[in-house]
């Protein structure tokens, strides 16, 4: 979906449609922005940004609260749609999904025009736009489905991935965050021509075995994975932005007790039946700066959670933190 939650919000108010809107926290609070619209992405505004910062970008930048109740509500429409055309699905967020339409008997089993059904009938249904990205795999129906937003539909055949991949910038490729992409440019790396021309055990070594091998593949447009309906939940957390800073000697412990009974409820509610193979705690410092530290277990475990706080505390040296947050791995072995 195109910039979602700002999408439903203005959809529901039609007079914000050519005003910079976004849907997150307010200023005051130290919030971030789960999304904004194109109008205030000229702004170079974007999502997980603070809203102080965003609002400094643009003063007249119309800030929502999040309704998540309503997201939920017209995302389960969306998703409804999709099983229209095939039973598999594999949603990745509210607004997202891969789908697999190779047996599809809609649409002459067309891939591109199932995709422009899929969107006719989300804009007749609820009146918003979608984007799709059509290919043979996931990797580059991923990449093509943002290439032409909003509203836009871009294919990349069998015998275009070639020449599409050799041409795309390394920063594009999954698992290539700001650092990952500053290593690989450092190493002279721009696009995944360059990539090509490293052998998988260079890479293995400049980036580490699995890291190394996602690389040497995904440069070459390679991607193997199945679209999975049933994909189980990893891991589950539960994190707080403070207002005022979390000074860790004096309130970590009160923030973390509460942030615990939150993350038992949510284990309740979601993963009751899941095993546990780790719990881990993450810290953002006042400079932004994501610090994390796990502990292998087989049940989430406070007492645990507090010697993790207390040696990530003196380990980091950190006495003030923006956010803490707890969570959870999960594993498929008893």
């Known amino acids: 979906m195109d910039c979602f939650y700002a999408a439903v919000e203005i959809r529901d108010n039609p007079s914000l449609a050519d005003k910079p809107v976004a849907v997150g926290g307010t200023a005051e609070d130290r919030s971030v922005l789960c999304t904004c619209n194109y109008v205030a992405r000229k702004y170079k505004i974007r999502s997980a940004m603070a809203t ?174 199945a679209v999975e309906p049933n994909r189980v939940r990893k891991s589950l957390s539960v994190e707080r932005t403070s207002v005022q800073d979390i000074i860790v000697e004096e309130t970590g412990l009160t923030v973390l007790h509460e942030l615990y009974d939150s993350l038992l409820i949510r284990l309740k509610k979601h993963a009751a039946d899941r095993h546990i193979k780790n719990q881990y705690i993450k810290f953002k410092s006042t400079d932004y700066k994501v610090t994390t530290l796990e502990r292998s277990c087989h049940e989430v475990n406070l007492d645990l959670y507090e010697q993790l706080l207390a040696d990530m505390s003196e380990r980091s040296n950190l006495k003030k933190l923006r956010l803490m947050g707890i969570g959870v791995h999960f594993t498929d072995r008893h």
């Open 52 to 225: 102080a910062y965003a609002k400094r970008l643009c003063p007249d930048l119309i800030v929502l609260p999040v309704n998540m109740n309503k997201y939920q509500e017209v995302a389960k429409i969306i998703h409804g749609i999709f099983l229209e055309f095939t039973p598999l699905v594999e949603p990745l967020s509210l607004d997202e999904a891969y789908l697999d339409v190779t047996d599809s008997p809609h649409c002459q089993g067309s891939a591109t025009l199932i995709a422009k059904a899929i969107r006719q009938r989300i804009w007749d249904t609820v009146q918003l736009t979608a984007s799709a990205g059509v290919s043979s795999n996931k990797l580059i129906a991923k990449i093509a489905s943002g290439w032409k937003k909003p509203n836009g539909l871009f294919v990349i055949r069998p015998e275009e991935i070639d020449g599409f991949i050799k041409n795309l910038p390394v920063s594009e490729l999954f698992g290539v965050g700001k650092v990952t992409a500053e290593k690989l440019h450092g190493l002279g790396f721009k696009s995944c021509a360059d990539l090509q021309n490293v052998s998988l055990l260079e890479l293995q070594n400049y980036f580490g075995d699995k890291a190394g091998i996602r690389l040497y593949e995904q440069c070459r447009g390679i991607d193997e994975r």
